[in-house]
């Protein structure tokens, strides 16, 4: 599995949850830990995925108490925004420092990475004023869900780009898949 394809496959354990009486089968710690491991293969090769690896670590280390079904509060669930916020901006940099700025996806990424920031933002607002209205969760949520699969899409697409050597760390060789 590719540095990126397993990163996302990481990122969706840690964003989807799959709950039977109040467990998630879908276990963040693991989704942080899967982005933390691949993401890492490239973390010598750009300091951005080096960032992307350590916020990865961390966010599982946050994450391990819901393990044991551990109640959250505020705090917690605002570093857990943050770092996702600090994996998705910093895997775009990475992405945009390797395809180069002007190729066509660049523009996209960039895009990505700030509405993301955008949205956390407002999150971060959010959680701790207790703002929970519909007019502010909905449109809020329909963001998140853009950016993610933006990402996503994105994400996959250069994971097989022809013309490039995608992110794929062997022998101390970079090569992009």
């Known amino acids: 599995m ?34 933390a491991v691949m993401v890492g293969r490239l973390a ?8 992307t690896s350590v916020a990865s670590w961390v966010g599982g ?16 669930e605002l570093l857990v925004v943050l770092l ?18 002007e190729h066509r996806s660049a523009a996209g990424l960039n895009v990505v990475r700030w509405a993301d920031v955008a949205t956390t ?27 993610a699969v933006a990402f996503v899409v994105m994400t996959w697409q250069l994971r097989t780009h022809e013309g490039y050597e995608w992110l794929y760390v062997l022998s101390g060789e970079l090569r992009l898949i």
Do not use: H
């Open 2 to 35: 590719t540095p990126l394809g397993g990163s996302l496959l990481g990122m969706s354990v840690v964003a989807l949850d799959l709950r039977l009486n109040g467990f998630d089968f879908l276990m963040d710690p693991v989704g942080w830990g899967v982005v």
């Open 44 to 51: 010598d090769a750009l300091q951005a995925f080096k960032v």
């Open 84 to 101: 996702q916020t600090v994996v998705l901006v910093s895997m775009c940099t990475g992405m945009i420092a390797v395809i180069g700025p």
């Open 121 to 147: 933002v407002a999150y971060v607002v959010m959680i701790p004023s207790d703002i929970r209205g519909l007019a502010v969760v909905v449109p809020l949520a329909i963001a998140t869900v853009v950016v």
């Open 61 to 76: 280390i946050v994450t391990l108490p819901q393990l044991v079904g551990e109640v959250w509060g505020v705090l917690p």
